[in-house]
């Protein structure tokens, strides 16, 4: 089964969800031109990480970006991973990730479960309790955000379901991207899955960050790596690669959960 992906490396404008939300059809639509299957966004785009407003400028049960992205995706005729948005439930705030198939259907959600202390995620944000699992083209398919990648017991636990491909909306600085590089390529190795890793570039107050959106195959080698600019990519996997991954070397099968906690 071959997928193809379209990686939306954008510059997001911090603060300035119209803006932001008017520059997405632009990204969908070379997404479509170039066949893609799944265009997939960064973290946190609508608003970047303007936590201190979140009362004015987050969105309320996500509402706008479920709209905007539902048209899109049925306009365009393709999936829409909707990297992660700031989202107003409840009286808390979220980092929430939608996914939306070429039909304009909502098939998942999931908030960031480990959240940022580096970028006060922690004094804003409420911390999401539940897993991501979705397919594309009937492949399982399973979401974490950003420093979620720090945490392989979480991937692990999101990989036993026998999820291929594994996306990561991001907004990682520069300043630790060979981190990103090194940690997206252990937890494809790992869990013998594609990793999909969407950054941003630009920056914001506190941080410039350092695009390098990237695609790792089960082996850890790069499909593709972008640079800092503002682009998208268009590539294509072969699912194949992670039954050939999990065939030669039976990791799953060889686990010891009983001596696991
Ligand atoms: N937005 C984030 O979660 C950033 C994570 C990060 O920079 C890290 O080093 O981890």
Redesign the pocket.
Known sequence: MKITISLAQMNISYGEPAENFSRIESFVAQAAVEHADIVVFP?MWNTGYNLSRLMDIADVNGLQTLHVCQALAKKYHIMIHAGSVATKRDNQFFNTTYVIDEKGQLLTTYDKVHL?G??H?NDFLTAGGHKDQFEIKGTPATSV???DI?FPEWLRTLSLSDSRIIFVP????TS?IS?WRKLLAARAIENQSFVVGVNCVGADPDNHFGGNSIVVDPLGNNVVCLGHDEELKTVTIDINATDKARGLMPVFADRRPDLYE
């Open positions: 973290e940022f580096l970028m995620e955000i950003c420093y720090r991001a907004e990682w600085p630790r981190q």
